[in-house]
C-alpha cells in the first residue's frame, strides 16, 4: 500500500482528549554517545521505582480500555503486536523486560511508550509501513524509550514523588509534547517552565532511542534500512503536506542529523533479505476491511484479487473472505477459505476467520475443532483461546467452557478477560456466587477495587454458595478490604 494513501474512512481527525494525550508523554527519544545524557545512575529509581512507574502505567492502560473510544479490543490484532513486540525485546537491552503492545484505531502516524512498559501503536502506522522491517523500527525505538527510562529520567529531577503529581507532570509533558487541545489546561497545572525544560532533552533521547533501537532490530533479524527507510518517507510527505505534517514528528522530533544517523548505520550493515511474515500482511488487510463499509471492501479486494496487485495472495483472499464474512455473505466467505486453505499457509488469524465462518454458520462443533487444532499450534494466541471459549459458550456448552476457562487461567491469572469469560459462564449456568467471584476478580483486573469488592459483597447475599465458596468469599473480601485501607492510607503516595 503507498505510504500516504490511506482509505477515505482513514482520513485524519482531531485528538480525542485527556487519555491519549496522557499516553504520548513518553514518546521522547537517540543516536548521541550515552555520555552526552543525563547520568541514568540511580537518580531516576530512586524517585521513580519500578513498581510505582508499574502502577502508573496500569493506570494509564486501564483508563485507555475503559475510555478511550479509538483503543482497537482485537485480540489477533495484538496478539500480533505483542508477537513482534517481544521479538524486539528479547533482542533489546532488557530481554526479561515485561511490556504490553496494543493498537489504537488512528489513521495518523504515532506510536508512543508509557510507564511500564505500555507501548501503542496508531493502525495508521501499521497500514503505512510497506514493510514489517519498517513497523519493527517504530516498535525498537519505542522500547528503547523505556529499556533506557527516558520518562523517569525526564521527571525524577522534580523531587515530589506522589503519584498522582508524577500522572500530572506526565499529562503536562505529553500535552506539551502532541499539540492537542488539553495543552493549555495540562501545562497550567503542571509548571509550564518545568515542561518546557524538560522538551529540551527531547533531542537527546531520541537520538538514544534510535541509536539502542537499530541495535535491537540488528540482533532480531530485521531490516535495518526499515527505520530510516520509513521516517525518510514520512519527512518527505511531511514537505508535500506542511498543515498536515505526521502527528508523530510532534512527539518524536526529526532532524537531519537523525535521519543521517539512521541512514548510515543501515549503510555500515551487512545487506539482508527480509520477508515481512504472513501475520504483518493479515493484520494490514483486517484492518482495511474494517476501515471501510462491507461492500466497498469485498470490491477492493476482489479487484486486488484480479489484477494481482498483491505481495501476498493469502493475504488478499483472506481480506476478500473477511469482507464477505462481515457482509453477512457465508457462502462466498466459505468459498474463498477454502481457496486460502489451499494454499498451505498457517496463521492463528486464518484459523480464527475459519471458525467464525463455521461458527456463523451454525457449526459449532466444526468450528471448536479448528480452535483446538490451532491452539496445538499457536499455544500463545489469546485470540483462539477466547474464540474457543466463546464458541463453547454460544453452543451452550457450558460446563466444557468452565473446565477450559479453568485450565488457562491457571497458566495466566492475570488476563483480566478470562475471567470476564468465566463470569457470563457461570451466569448462563445460574451459578451466582462464583458468578460474583470471577466478576470480582475482572474488576480488580482492571484496576476498579471498589467494583470488585461490590461484587464479594453481592456474593455474600446469594443463596447457592455451599460452606467453601462462601468462605473464599468471605476470605477475598478481606484481602480486598485490607488492601483498600492501604490505599486510603497512603493516599497513592508511592511510598
Known amino acids: 500500500m503507498d505510504a500516504m494513501k490511506l482509505p477515505h474512512s482513514l482520513k485524519p481527525r482531531r485528538a480525542r482528549g485527556a487519555v491519549l494525550a496522557l499516553a504520548a508523554c513518553v514518546s521522547l527519544a537517540g543516536n548521541a554517545q550515552v555520555n552526552d545524557l543525563p547520568d541514568l545512575g540511580e537518580s531516576a529509581r530512586a524517585e521513580l521505582s519500578p513498581q510505582m512507574e508499574r502502577r502508573i502505567g496500569e493506570s494509564i492502560m486501564n483508563e485507555i480500555r475503559l475510555r478511550e473510544p479509538g483503543y482497537v479490543d482485537d485480540p489477533e490484532i495484538n496478539d500480533y503486536l505483542g508477537r513482534l513486540g517481544r521479538r524486539l525485546v528479547e533482542a533489546s537491552a532488557n530481554p526479561t523486560g515485561e511490556f504490553h503492545f496494543f493498537a489504537i484505531r488512528d489513521n495518523t502516524v504515532n506510536a508512543f511508550a508509557m510507564f511500564g512498559g505500555y507501548i501503542g501503536v496508531n493502525t495508521g502506522t501499521l497500514l503505512t509501513a510497506q514493510s514489517e522491517s519498517e513497523l519493527a523500527g517504530v516498535l525498537a525505538h519505542e522500547i528503547a524509550h523505556v529499556t533506557q527510562n527516558h520518562l523517569a529520567r525526564q521527571i525524577a529531577k522534580e523531587k515530589q514523588n506522589t503519584i498522582p503529581t508524577l500522572i ?20 497550567a497545572s503542571a509548571q509550564a517552565g518545568m515542561i518546557q525544560a524538560q522538551l529540551a532533552y527531547s533531542r537527546d533521547f531520541e537520538r538514544e532511542a534510535d541509536r539502542v533501537g537499530f541495535q535491537s532490530l540488528e540482533r532480531a533479524g530485521f531490516d535495518v534500512h526499515g527505520m530510516g ?20 514528528f510532534r512527539s518524536h522530533p526529526l532532524t537531519v542529523e537523525r535521519l543521517s544517523d539512521m541512514q548510515n548505520r543501515a549503510q555500515d550493515s551487512p545487506y539482508r533479505q527480509v520477508v515481512s511474515s504472513l501475520d504483518f500482511q493479515l493484520v494490514r488487510a483486517k484492518l482495511r476491511v474494517q476501515a471501510l463499509p462491507p461492500k466497498d471492501a469485498r ?6 484479487l484480479e489484477e494481482k496487485k498483491y505481495v501476498s495472495e493469502a493475504a488478499v483472499r483472506y481480506g476478500l473472505a473477511y469482507a464477505l464474512l462481515r457482509a453477512r455473505d457465508l457462502e462466498g466467505a466459505r468459498r474463498v477459505s477454502a481457496a486460502l486453505e489451499a494454499l498451505r499457509v498457517e496463521s492463528p488469524i486464518l484459523a480464527g476467520l475459519a471458525a467464525s465462518i463455521g461458527e456463523q454458520s451454525g457449526d459449532f462443533a466444526g468450528a471448536q475443532e479448528i480452535y483446538r487444532q490451532a491452539l496445538l499450534r499457536f499455544p500463545g494466541a489469546r485470540s483462539l483461546v477466547y474464540g474457543y471459549a466463546d464458541s463453547l459458550y454460544a453452543a451452550g456448552s457450558h460446563r466444557q467452557a468452565l473446565a477450559f476457562l479453568d485450565g488457562q487461567l491457571a497458566r495466566d491469572p ?3 478477560r478470562l475471567f470476564g469469560l468465566q463470569a457470563k459462564t457461570y451466569a448462563a449456568l445460574g451459578r451466582r456466587v462464583p458468578q460474583r467471584r470471577a466478576q470480582a476478580e475482572y474488576y480488580l483486573l482492571q484496576g476498579q477495587l471498589g467494583a470488585a469488592i461490590e461484587q464479594l459483597q453481592l456474593a455474600q447475599k446469594e443463596k447457592d454458595g455451599d460452606f467453601y465458596e462462601l468462605s473464599a468469599v468471605d476470605a477475598r473480601l478481606r484481602e480486598l478490604r485490607k488492601l483498600q485501607m492501604e490505599e486510603e492510607r497512603k493516599g497513592m503516595n508511592g511510598g
Not at 506539551?176 to 487541545?181: D, F, H, L, M
Not at 520509513?230 to 508523530?248: C, D, H, I, S, T
Open 414 to 416: 492475570s488476563d483480566f
Open 168 to 187: 500530572a507532570m506526565a499529562i503536562g509533558v505529553l500535552a506539551a509534547r502532541s499539540n492537542t487541545s488539553v495543552a493549555a489546561g495540562a501545562m
Open 299 to 304: 470490491a477492493e479486494f476482489e479487484r486486488l
Open 229 to 248: 527507510d520509513f521516517f525518510e518517507r514520512l519527512q518527505k510527505a511531511g514537505r508535500l503536506y506542511e498543515n498536515n505534517a505526521p502527528v508523530y
